[in-house]
């Protein structure tokens, strides 16, 4: 669904109210690595590291938006 959705890892994100993260890893991704220890992705679910907090959070690929044109860090 990753695919589908246009969404991967290292892609920049933004939720509803606005905050912007990063993509860090995305089903998809998971599914080809295969680690059994860890845990696994569902399919449609991507994993955020939000900024500026830099706290990482598990979500489906419904509760983000990709964002729009080019991202710079000043």
């Not at 109210?17 to 449609?44: I, P």
């Not at 907090?53 to 990709?66: A, I, P, R, W, Y």
């Amino acid at each position: 669904m990753a695919g589908e959705s246009g969404i991967y890892a290292e892609d920049i994100v933004r939720n509803s109210q606005g905050v912007v993260g990063l993509v860090l890893e995305d089903a998809e991704e998971t599914t080809d690595e295969s680690e059994s220890d860890e845990e696994v992705l569902k399919k449609g679910q991507i994993v955020v590291c939000w900024y500026p907090s830099g706290n990482e959070e598990t979500l489906s690929l419904s509760k983000v938006f990709q964002f729009p044109g080019k991202f710079e860090i000043c």
